[in-house]
């Protein structure tokens, strides 16, 4: 052991640390150098001593973690997190590097996982979770004390808050960082800082106990077995790299006996152990790891700086500020260095620490704020960092296919997120496409599909791409449905299927599906849909699964997908929604009433796009001249080309029934509007009706809010009729029932874009109403003339044609387009 006088006594060198902590992984290289043993023991999993030797592997990069999970359910897994800054990956490599047996003497997978799994009948446990099954602090472990009230209550301690209040300090990160991480290594003694650690943790131990926290217990058993085990094998030349808080008890004399009773009778799971890539954002506190760290990334910088840290680290927050296109001059950097090494010396701290730079920084380089000091925390002080684990490195066939098709795919996993642009006419995205639905229906969220800009066609995708450790867990656990993405995606959705518990839940199935070109699933998702839609009879059920359903013939016909099937389908829920709705409508409460707004405005949606299916072949029409084929059997047969029409006249029933709220009879009015099918003056009619003073004001303003509500602003302000009937409604409503109304119309006109809500302000200040016509050909109207100006408007008919796509078409008079050009 380390001795006072510089040398070692008898007995193991027992080196505690601080998990993740730079200072004590120089402490440990510098220890194992000055006492060259012949093995060294590490806290770990055993199980993982086969894959040692990976470590030494080129391929491999920390930060990596040792992944372990039952395999029998892969759900229930642990890690064991290593930084390069990690004492334990810094003995590990020095290990490998003199050819010296490397072991891990902590506590068997097999039994934590089981540990966990016991638990999980209360609450969950650490070990459940994704961060360090120990759920250690900052200091190597979290010991427990007792309640002083005298009942065991199992309260923990931070022994570095302890310690750190002890010297006056009231943050523990910041005295760490004066005591270890900037002190340089002891010239005399190597084994100083672990003789003052052990005897600080063994004065902790006396005060606090273990506060009979049983796992600390066991584990600590286990390992002085295996310490003993190595002594009999190697003597004295042997080195422990552990936890802190662990020292005391394997310094302690305990017997055989009494540590075997111990281990006697343990749960037992069968684990399998392999390397996974890990982040510096995963190694900090925010992230939930109970051995986790403020700032990985700078305890990563302090590490690897071979000189100047502070200067270094300056010139990384100036690059950073550069690439973001902020100013920063070599100047900035100088005077930012001079101002963290002025406000250590004020603050009495051998050397800038974080807390000094950051101010540094904000001062200097942020010009006092915190916003682009944000920026500095995240991609430095935290970092991105993902680890890569060498391809020999175990693992499931599933991740290997993954893998595969990652390599194939020339798509990358990364830690920082990231957009990525597919464009499905093209086999690489294309297949990128079909990679990422897979996993999503997996329940692998490696992407998460965002809206595409500049384009609305089905063609296009967009996805935020990001990669955490956390997925080679789902992807273990995904490994049940089969060997290769394909085979487990087909299966999941076969079996999802036949477990759905609602319509909607198949029909958004039958999209992803589609989206994930599933030729083998597909079939049995249909059956169960055409299954379950026969016999569903709620029509707000059916109307939530029909856009699911038109949306999925409009991705099947871009990727050349035989859609017969779900059309037939689709058609059929249709008819079924149609007779359904109008007495479904009747007799509703607001909230039921909004909600089944909703639902019209999404069946008239998808009437219209199943409408392009019957008489186009297939659904996308956003992108003009574009060439893509239609699908094999994409049209819905020759007795659905009427939907629309069916589809008109319920939506004429809901608009003249009594019995139905108030916002569904004004949304079906304006959609029939917006369809042509009903004029400017019948609209005003119908709305002058529902305006009258025997209407109740709130029926008038729900009227309202479902007639001019999501972007019917602009009605208002090309109709002064309607602008006006509405004026002069809400300027005659009583005092005592505008209290009522005034949430509906704020909520409706509230929704209306700035310049909409400015134009509507001005046109009720001058009066609307007093002009007859639109306010864009109202004669009067400043800029404009009293009657359209043809020879203008043949003028950009040539454009217009051109936008339109309609080069090639045979002119048959261009008075629409005029028209629309005036």
């Given at each position: 052991?380390?001795?006072?006088?510089?040398?070692?006594?008898?007995?193991?060198?027992?080196?505690?640390?601080?998990h993740?902590?730079?200072?004590?992984?120089?402490?440990?290289?510098?220890?194992?150098?000055?006492?060259?043993?012949?093995?060294?023991?590490?806290?770990?999993?055993?199980?993982?001593?086969?894959?040692?030797?990976?470590?030494?592997?080129?391929?491999?990069?920390?930060?990596?973690?040792?992944?372990?999970?039952?395999?029998?359910?892969?759900?229930?897994?642990?890690?064991?997190?290593?930084?390069?800054?990690?004492?334990e990956?810094?003995?590990?490599?020095?290990?490998?590097?003199?050819?010296?047996?490397?072991?891990?003497?902590?506590?068997?997978?097999?039994?934590?996982?089981?540990?966990?799994?016991?638990?999980?009948?209360?609450?969950?446990?650490?070990?459940?979770?994704?961060?360090?099954?120990?759920?250690?602090?900052?200091?190597?472990?979290?010991?427990?004390?007792?309640?002083?009230?005298?009942?065991?209550?199992?309260?923990?301690?931070?022994?570095?808050?302890?310690?750190?209040?002890?010297?006056?300090?009231?943050?523990?990160?910041?005295?760490?960082?004066?005591?270890?991480?900037?002190?340089?290594?002891?010239?005399?003694?190597?084994?100083?800082?672990?003789?003052?650690?052990?005897?600080?943790?063994?004065?902790?131990?006396?005060?606090?106990?273990?506060?009979?926290?049983?796992?600390?217990?066991?584990?600590?058993?286990?390992?002085?077995l295996?310490?003993?085990?190595?002594?009999?094998?190697?003597?004295?030349?042997?080195?422990?790299?552990?936890?802190?808080?662990?020292?005391?008890?394997?310094?302690?004399?305990?017997?055989?006996?009494?540590?075997?009773?111990?281990?006697?009778?343990?749960?037992?799971?069968?684990?399998?152990?392999?390397?996974?890539?890990?982040?510096?954002?995963?190694?900090?506190?925010?992230?939930?790891?109970?051995?986790?760290?403020?700032?990985?990334?700078?305890?990563?910088?302090?590490?690897?700086?071979?000189?100047?840290?502070?200067?270094?680290?300056?010139?990384?927050?100036?690059?950073?500020?550069?690439?973001?296109?902020?100013?920063?001059?070599?100047?900035?950097?100088?005077?930012?260095?001079?101002?963290?090494?002025?406000?250590?010396?004020?603050?009495?701290?051998?050397?800038?620490?974080?807390?000094?730079?950051?101010?540094a920084?904000?001062?200097?380089?942020?010009?006092?704020?915190?916003?682009?000091?944000?920026?500095?925390?995240?991609?430095?002080?935290?970092?991105?960092?993902l680890?890569?684990?060498?391809?020999?490195?175990?693992?499931?066939?599933?991740?290997?296919?993954?893998?595969?098709?990652?390599?194939?795919?020339?798509?990358?996993?990364?830690?920082?997120?990231?957009?990525?642009?597919?464009?499905?006419?093209?086999?690489?995205?294309?297949?990128?496409?079909?990679?990422?639905?897979?996993?999503?229906?997996?329940?692998?969220?490696?992407?998460?599909r965002?809206?595409?800009?500049?384009?609305?066609?089905?063609?296009?995708?967009?996805?935020?791409?990001?990669?955490?450790?956390?997925?080679?867990?789902?992807?273990?656990?995904?490994?049940?449905?089969?060997?290769?993405?394909?085979?487990?995606?087909?299966?999941?959705?076969?079996?999802?299927?036949?477990?759905?518990?609602?319509?909607?839940?198949?029909?958004?199935?039958?999209?992803?599906?589609?989206?994930?070109?599933?030729?083998?699933?597909?079939?049995?998702v249909?059956?169960?849909?055409?299954?379950?839609?026969?016999?569903?009879?709620?029509?707000?059920?059916?109307?939530?699964?029909?856009?699911?359903?038109?949306?999925?013939l409009?991705?099947?016909?871009?990727?050349?997908?035989?859609?017969?099937?779900?059309?037939?389908?689709?058609?059929?829920?249709?008819?079924r929604?149609?007779?359904?709705?109008p007495?479904?409508?009747?007799?509703?409460?607001?909230?039921?009433?909004?909600?089944?707004?909703?639902?019209?405005?999404?069946?008239?949606?998808?009437?219209?796009?199943?409408?392009?299916?019957?008489?186009?072949?297939?659904?996308?029409?956003?992108?003009?001249?574009?060439?893509?084929?239609?699908?094999?059997?994409?049209?819905?047969?020759?007795?659905?080309?009427?939907l629309?029409?069916?589809?008109?006249?319920?939506?004429?029933?809901?608009?003249?029934?009594?019995t139905?709220?108030?916002?569904?009879?004004?949304?079906?009015?304006?959609?029939?509007l917006?369809?042509g099918?009903?004029?400017?003056?019948?609209?005003?009619?119908?709305?002058?009706?529902?305006?009258?003073?025997?209407?109740p004001?709130?029926?008038?303003?729900?009227?309202?809010?479902?007639?001019?509500?999501?972007?019917?602003?602009?009605?208002?302000?090309?109709?002064?009729?309607?602008?006006?009937?509405?004026?002069?409604?809400?300027?005659?409503?009583?005092?005592?029932?505008?209290?009522?109304?005034?949430?509906?119309?704020?909520?409706?006109?509230?929704?209306?874009e700035?310049?909409?809500?400015?134009?509507?302000?001005?046109?009720?200040?001058?009066?609307?109403?007093?002009?007859?016509?639109?306010?864009?050909?109202a004669?009067?109207?400043?800029?404009?003339?009293?009657?359209?100006?043809?020879?203008?408007?043949?003028?950009?008919?040539?454009?217009?044609?051109?936008?339109?796509?309609?080069?090639?078409?045979?002119?048959?008079?261009?008075?629409?387009?005029?028209?629309?050009?005036?």
């Amino acid at each position: 052991m380390a001795g006072t006088d510089g040398g070692r006594g008898a007995g193991p060198l027992l080196l505690g640390v601080r998990h993740h902590g730079p200072g004590s992984a120089r402490a440990v290289r510098a220890a194992l150098d000055a006492a060259r043993p012949r093995v060294v023991l590490i806290e770990g999993p055993p199980e993982a001593d086969v894959l040692i030797p990976l470590a030494a592997d080129e391929d491999m990069r920390p930060p990596v973690a040792l992944l372990a999970h039952a395999v029998d359910e892969p759900g229930r897994s642990a890690f064991w997190p290593l930084a390069e800054f990690s004492p334990e990956w810094v003995a590990i490599r020095w290990a490998l590097e003199h050819e010296v047996p490397a072991r891990f003497i902590d506590l068997p997978a097999t039994h934590t996982l089981a540990w966990g799994k016991d638990d999980a009948e209360g609450e969950m446990t650490e070990e459940e979770q994704p961060p360090d099954p120990t759920a250690e602090t900052p200091s190597g472990e979290s010991p427990s004390a007792p309640d002083p009230s005298g009942t065991d209550t199992d309260i923990r301690v931070d022994p570095l808050a302890v310690l750190a209040e002890a010297a006056g300090y009231d943050d523990p990160e910041r005295w760490w960082e004066d005591v270890v991480e900037h002190r340089g290594v002891g010239e005399r003694d190597a084994f100083a800082p672990f003789t003052a650690l052990e005897e600080a943790m063994g004065a902790l131990r006396e005060t606090y106990g273990v506060g009979g926290h049983e796992r600390d217990l066991v584990r600590e058993a286990y390992m002085r077995l295996q310490v003993r085990a190595a002594q009999r094998e190697f003597e004295d030349d042997v080195a422990v790299v552990c936890g802190a808080w662990h020292v005391p008890a394997l310094r302690q004399k305990a017997g055989v006996a009494a540590d075997r009773a111990l281990l006697k009778g343990l749960p037992k799971v069968k684990a399998d152990l392999t390397w996974v890539p890990w982040t510096h954002r995963r190694l900090s506190r925010a992230s939930g790891y109970g051995a986790g760290i403020d700032s990985p990334g700078w305890y990563g910088h302090l590490f690897g700086a071979p000189d100047r840290p502070v200067e270094r680290w300056m010139t990384k927050v100036a690059g950073l500020f550069r690439d973001e296109d902020r100013i920063v001059s070599p100047a900035h950097v100088i005077e930012a260095v001079r101002l963290a090494e002025t406000l250590a010396v004020m603050r009495g701290r051998p050397l800038p620490g974080l807390g000094e730079t950051t101010d540094a920084v904000r001062a200097v380089m942020c010009e006092g704020s915190d916003v682009p000091l944000s920026l500095v925390h995240d991609r430095l002080v935290v970092g991105d960092v993902l680890g890569e684990v060498p391809p020999g490195a175990p693992a499931v066939p599933l991740q290997r296919d993954l893998d595969r098709s990652q390599r194939r795919l020339r798509i990358k996993p990364e830690a920082l997120e990231r957009e990525l642009e597919l464009d499905l006419r093209k086999e690489t995205d294309a297949g990128r496409s079909r990679l990422l639905h897979r996993l999503r229906l997996l329940r692998i969220e490696w992407g998460e599909r965002a809206a595409s800009r500049g384009s609305t066609g089905t063609f296009r995708e967009t996805w935020r791409l990001r990669w955490e450790p956390e997925l080679a867990v789902r992807v273990a656990e995904a490994g049940v449905w089969g060997t290769t993405v394909l085979a487990a995606a087909n299966a999941k959705a076969e079996a999802d299927a036949i477990g759905a518990q609602s319509l909607a839940e198949v029909t958004a199935l039958a999209e992803h599906c589609l989206l994930a070109e599933l030729p083998d699933a597909l079939p049995v998702v249909m059956k169960v849909l055409a299954d379950r839609a026969a016999l569903d009879t709620d029509v707000g059920h059916l109307a939530q699964a029909l856009p699911a359903l038109v949306r999925s013939l409009r991705y099947g016909d871009v990727r050349g997908t035989d859609t017969g099937a779900l059309t037939e389908v689709a058609a059929g829920l249709a008819e079924r929604v149609f007779v359904g709705l109008p007495p479904a409508c009747a007799a509703l409460d607001t909230d039921a009433a909004e909600e089944m707004r909703r639902h019209v405005d999404a069946v008239h949606g998808a009437v219209a796009l199943l409408g392009d299916a019957s008489g186009h072949g297939h659904g996308d029409t956003s992108a003009p001249g574009r060439g893509d084929a239609p699908g094999p059997a994409s049209g819905p047969g020759p007795g659905h080309g009427d939907l629309r029409d069916r589809w008109r006249a319920v939506l004429r029933t809901l608009s003249a029934r009594d019995t139905v709220p108030g916002v569904i009879r004004g949304r079906a009015v304006r959609l029939l509007l917006d369809e042509g099918e009903l004029g400017p003056d019948e609209a005003a009619r119908l709305m002058g009706l529902v305006l009258s003073p025997g209407t109740p004001p709130a029926d008038a303003a729900a009227w309202i809010e479902g007639f001019v509500g999501g972007g019917g602003g602009l009605l208002l302000v090309h109709d002064e009729r309607l602008l006006g009937l509405v004026d002069a409604w809400l300027t005659g409503v009583p005092a005592e029932a505008f209290t009522d109304v005034l949430p509906l119309l704020r909520r409706t006109f509230s929704s209306y874009e700035p310049g909409v809500r400015r134009t509507l302000g001005e046109l009720v200040r001058r009066g609307p109403g007093k002009q007859v016509g639109t306010a864009a050909t109202a004669a009067g109207i400043p800029g404009f003339g009293a009657e359209l100006d043809a020879g203008r408007a043949d003028a950009v008919v040539p454009v217009l044609r051109l936008l339109l796509g309609l080069d090639g078409v045979v002119d048959n008079g261009d008075n629409e387009l005029v028209g629309v050009a005036g």
